[in-house]
Nanobody, 125 residues
Framework: QVYLVESGGGSVQAGGSLRLSCAVSGHTFSGLCMGWFRQAPGKEREGLGNILTGDCFTSYAASVKGRFTISKDNYQNTLYLQLNDLKPEDTAVYYC??????????????????WGQGIQVTVSS
């Protein structure tokens, strides 16, 4: 069982920044592929990026590349998502997720085994 708890969401004006955190427990942190997703009302869950916790591999969706950055702290067992230059269309519930296969298999929800509860990010114009 992997437990994921997101924090750091909130409301911000367009152009602002937020940093989301995802605390991971219940599994060896270095053996995971961790992903960030978001879901806006009436839309499908969108994969934003993923990172292999045991090395430096990361990948990003084209929609957020250059604005969002995924990082990790292997000592704190924590995943981060830095959101810069936020736009109103970034408003969504953001989720972290864990793939316990030991490798990153893409940014689609079905390959991730465990999910956080989600945290709201609201960007006003």
């Amino acid at each position: 069982q992997v437990y994921l708890v997101e924090s750091g969401g909130g409301s911000v004006q367009a152009g602002g920044s937020l940093r989301l955190s995802c605390a991971v427990s219940g599994h060896t942190f270095s053996g995971l592929c961790m992903g960030w997703f978001r879901q806006a009302p009436g839309k499908e869950r969108e994969g934003l990026g993923n990172i292999l916790t045991g090395d430096c591999f990361t990948s990003y969706a084209a929609s957020v590349k250059g604005r969002f950055t995924i990082s990790k702290d292997n000592y704190q067992n924590t995943l981060y998502l830095q959101l810069n230059d936020l736009k109103p269309e970034d408003t969504a519930v953001y989720y972290c997720a864990a793939d316990t296969s030991g490798r990153c298999r893409g940014r689609v929800p079905k390959v991730f085994d465990y999910w956080g509860q989600g945290i709201q990010v609201t960007v006003s114009s």
